[in-house]
């Protein structure tokens, strides 16, 4: 069952502090309306943010996109969080990127050849095919690490030190946050992101307050918005601890990655090791693709038989990009970033990719 705790409507959705580009704000909603993209994007320009919101999160019940009862699935944006967490052990020497996670996970085939940083680069060969589709199990965050030991156990693998991106890599490295902490990941998330940042709207999933609820994915099809609903699967997000079972806001997220810069979750130099592991054999490490020199930071993600999308391109001072969280896409994962660029160009010209 999906989590509806709702005891009264809400028409009224918040917005965060509009600065003065009215303009900006004005292009992105008509951008976004033209392409039938419904959803909340955290807009930032020179250091000064501000949310647009179009369309519902939550059709039936009418509740607005930004609502501040409204959740929405992190997805694939999370691994950076759960970097960030293991950067934090890593600075408190605990390990080091080098170390071999044969420390943690024995059972695990060719775990004495798999380094920390390689889960964190998706260069491990790790290959658990079926993540994001549903089992129907009620996983602990405990039981889903160990099935997925078990599936990376019978799963044929793929070449050791390229890259293959695989949910199951994060997975391995909640449960590496687990045992090195000896607390859950989801109390690691709350005690090591939320808390330092004050976030009010950002919940391990099976931690969602009675007081919220997720939204509802939708697409456009037949002329018509909000067609073929789709909810988040509990049982799929169970499946993917530090991979997809983080649930937040834009603006929330985007206080997120400024802490993995001011020193409140990372500092600079701390960041800087994450987003150039030893291990990475293109752009990706740690979470992020890191494009132009490393001025840029971008994540792209989606969830499991879902039509929820995120999409962030950020520049890694985190003072000009964007944080979208749509939950109405509509045509190609190449046509919705061509939507985003589209918005980025107006927030600063030639900056973005």
């Avoid at 919940?203 to 939204?215: E, G, L, V």
Wanted: hydrophobic letters at 30%; glycine letters at 8%.
């Amino acid at each position: 069952m999906r989590k509806i705790y709702l005891h009264k409507r809400f028409d009224s959705f918040v917005n965060a502090k509009t600065y003065s580009n009215s303009q900006l704000r004005k292009y992105a909603i008509k951008t976004m309306n033209k392409h039938y993209l419904l959803g909340t994007i955290e807009i930032v320009k020179d250091g000064h943010r501000q949310t647009v919101n179009v369309g519902y999160g939550y059709y039936r019940r009418k509740i607005k996109n930004g609502n501040k009862k409204l959740l929405y699935p992190v997805g694939s944006l999370q691994k950076s969080i759960t970097a960030a967490i293991i950067t934090q052990l890593i600075y408190q020497k605990k390990f080091s990127q080098n170390t071999k996670i044969s420390r943690w996970y024995q059972k695990l085939k060719h775990s004495k050849y798999i380094t920390v940083g390689q889960l964190m680069t998706h260069t491990s060969g790790i290959n658990v095919i079926g993540t994001e589709s549903s089992r129907g199990i009620n996983f602990s965050e405990k039981g889903a690490i160990n099935w997925t030991i078990a599936k990376a156990n019978a799963t044929a693998r793929t070449k050791r030190a390229s890259f293959n991106y695989n949910n199951a890599n994060y997975v391995l490295l909640a449960g590496i946050i687990r045992k090195v902490t000896g607390k859950s990941y989801a109390a690691n998330v709350k005690s090591r992101i939320v808390k330092p940042l004050h976030l009010k709207h950002t919940y391990i999933y099976q931690n969602i307050p009675r007081s919220k609820t997720d939204a509802i994915s939708y697409l456009y099809c037949h002329g018509k918005n909000y067609q073929s609903a789709s909810y988040a699967n509990k049982y799929v997000v169970l499946q993917l601890p530090g991979a997809g079972n983080l649930f937040s806001t834009a603006s929330d997220y985007y206080k997120i990655q400024q802490g993995l810069h001011n020193g409140k979750i990372l500092t600079e130099k701390q960041f800087n090791y994450l987003s150039h592991l030893k291990s990475k054999v293109n752009t990706y490490s740690g979470g992020y693709y890191l494009k132009n020199g490393g001025k840029l930071k971008l994540a792209y993600g989606n969830f499991g038989d879902t039509h929820f999308t995120n999409w962030m391109q950020l520049t890694t001072d985190n003072k000009n990009g964007i944080v979208m969280f749509l939950n109405q896409p509509y045509g190609s994962k190449n046509q919705i970033k061509s939507v985003g660029y589209s918005i980025l160009k107006h927030i600063k010209s030639g900056t973005f990719i």
